[in-house]
């Protein structure tokens, strides 16, 4: 059964700190794995996208990792701010069928103090 | 200029009742998604549809029946509601026509269904 696995499940951290989000999975045949940033009330919003031959990639002051030999990767956000306050979810993709069915993580929610 | 919309953005009513919610987008994109994410923030995906073609469809009950009638546009339907369909559903949309591939997707602001 393809599953992932976020860790922490919450956490708080001073505005200005860097932070690093953890996602475990065993999905198969892994296509690819983004992450994504949820506010309150309000649907998910893309922050990267990587493939199986990518191992890391940035958006602003998110980079994220993946190795797909232990099949982890994480989201590491440098000099947080307060609006970083949000669920962070993440999806992998299995290619199955002609098409990729995505199995998501239940998300770490992040709180960022002043 | 809102990219992925839906309506009603609230939605409370009755067990057995049949309720729809509608999606539209304005990105040009060939597919469409629905998703459902429960009270505990669990996103899951229920369909997909590419340029009006069902792609996905992840083991939904078939009171459950999305249409759309041009690829801009796809409205999920729900027969005789239950307590359980209670959640948040998403709307969302990608580029490529292969679903769920590796383009970005875009997400609509969701729709809060209550079932009393």
């Known amino acids: 059964k393809n599953q992932v696995e976020q860790s922490p499940q919450s956490l708080i951290i001073l505005e200005g700190k860097n932070c690093t989000l953890q996602?475990?999975?065993?999905?198969?045949?892994?296509?690819?794995l983004r992450w994504y940033k949820q506010d309150t009330g309000r649907g998910p919003v893309s922050l990267t996208i990587m493939t199986f031959s990518e191992n890391t990639k940035s958006n602003g002051r998110y980079t994220a990792t993946l190795d797909a030999d232990t099949k982890q990767s994480s989201l590491h956000i440098t000099a947080s701010q307060l609006s970083d306050s949000a669920s962070y979810i993440c999806v992998v993709s299995a290619g199955l069928r002609g098409s990729y069915i995505p199995t998501f993580g239940r998300g770490t929610s992040l709180i960022v103090h002043p | 200029d809102t990219a992925v919309s839906q309506t009603p953005k609230y939605l409370v009513t009755q067990m057995g009742n049949d309720k729809s919610i509608k999606c539209e987008q304005n990105l040009g994109h060939d597919t469409m998604y629905w998703y459902k994410q429960d009270s505990k923030k669990f996103l899951k995906i229920m369909f997909s549809y590419n340029n009006k073609e069902l792609i996905i469809n992840e083991t939904v009950p078939n009171r459950f029946s999305p249409k759309s009638p041009d690829k801009a546009h796809l409205n999920l339907h729900i027969n005789s509601l239950e307590l359980g369909d209670s959640a948040v559903y998403f709307c969302?949309?990608?580029?490529?026509?292969?679903?769920?591939?590796?383009?970005?997707?875009?997400f609509g602001p969701g729709t809060r269904l209550t079932v009393t």
């Open positions: 969302a949309s990608s580029l490529s026509k292969i679903a769920g591939g590796e383009d970005e997707q875009y």
């Open positions: 996602c475990n999975y065993t999905v198969s045949p892994f296509s690819n």
